[in-house]
C-alpha cells in the first residue's frame, strides 16, 4: 500500500464548478499536511499546508479526519486557470521527509 | 531573492558518462532535498541534507551521489548514467518548523 494515495483522475469538470479531491495516508503518526499544484512540465508549488481545524484560502478550502486518516482538498467556482496537478503531501512524525502523492489531474472546461 | 535555482534545465548524456546536477537556495533553509519525478510513479526523493554536512539517502539513491557543498549548495552527481535514470530531476529545501517546501525549476535529463 502506497504511504500516500490518491485518485489520478483526470477530473474534467465545467467552469464555475466545485470539485473535491480526497488523499489518504497510511501512517497515523503523520504531523503535517499539504497540498501542492503542479502545472504541465513546472516544478510543484505549495498551494496550502492543511491544519486539524480546516483551512480555507479563498476558493479553496483544505481538511484534515485524522480518524479516518484522510485530507480533502475543495474548490469551488472553478476556473481555466485551476488547471493543474494537486499533489497531497504527508509528513511522517520524527522526519524531515515529506511523501508526496501522485498526483490528481483537474482539467477545467470552458 | 531567487529561492531556489537549478542548473542545467535540460541534459542530454549518452550512457556511461557522468554529470553534476547544480541546486542552490537563498532563502537560508536547512534542509535541501533532490527527488526525480517520472510518468505515474510521482516525486520519488533520491537523497536529502538535513543540514550542512550531513547527508541521507531517500527511496532510490542507487546510481547517485550528492555533496552539501555549505548550506546554500546542494548537488547531485550521476557517476555513469544509465538510460534507467531519464527523469526530471527537482531540488528543493525546507522551511524549517513549518515544513512548507519549495522546488527548483527542475533539470530535464535523457540518457540515450
Not at chain 2, 557522468?18 to 505515474?40: I, V
Not at chain 2, 520519488?44 to 550528492?66: C, F, H, M, Q
Request: charged residues 20%; contains cysteine; positive net charge.
Amino acid at each position: 500500500r502506497k504511504e500516500v494515495e490518491q485518485d489520478p483522475g483526470p477530473f474534467n469538470v465545467p467552469e464555475g464548478a466545485t470539485v473535491a479531491f480526497n488523499c489518504t495516508y497510511s501512517n497515523s503518526a503523520s504531523q503535517s499536511f499539504f497540498w501542492y499544484r503542479q502545472d504541465c512540465r513546472k516544478e510543484p508549488k505549495l498551494l496550502m499546508s492543511v491544519y486539524s481545524s480546516g483551512n480555507e484560502d479563498g476558493r479553496f478550502t483544505a481538511q484534515l479526519n485524522r480518524a479516518s486518516q484522510y485530507i480533502s482538498l475543495l474548490i469551488r467556482d472553478s476556473k481555466l486557470s485551476d488547471s493543474a496537478t494537486y499533489l497531497c503531501v504527508a509528513l511522517p512524525g520524527a522526519t524531515n521527509k515529506l511523501i508526496f502523492g501522485t498526483g490528481t489531474l483537474l482539467a477545467v472546461q470552458p | 531573492n531567487a529561492g531556489v535555482t537549478q542548473t542545467p534545465k535540460f541534459q542530454v548524456l549518452k550512457t556511461g558518462q557522468s554529470m553534476t546536477l547544480q541546486c542552490a537556495q537563498d532563502m537560508n533553509h536547512n534542509s535541501m532535498y533532490w527527488y526525480r519525478q517520472d510518468p505515474g510513479m510521482g516525486l520519488r526523493l533520491i537523497y536529502y541534507s538535513a543540514s550542512e554536512g550531513t547527508t541521507d539517502k531517500g527511496e532510490v539513491p542507487n546510481g547517485y551521489n550528492v555533496s552539501r557543498l555549505n548550506k546554500r549548495e546542494f548537488s547531485l552527481r550521476l557517476e555513469s548514467a544509465a538510460p534507467s535514470q531519464t527523469s526530471v530531476y527537482f531540488c528543493a529545501s525546507i522551511v524549517d518548523k513549518s515544513y512548507e517546501q519549495y522546488f527548483g525549476p527542475g533539470t530535464r535529463l535523457t540518457v540515450t
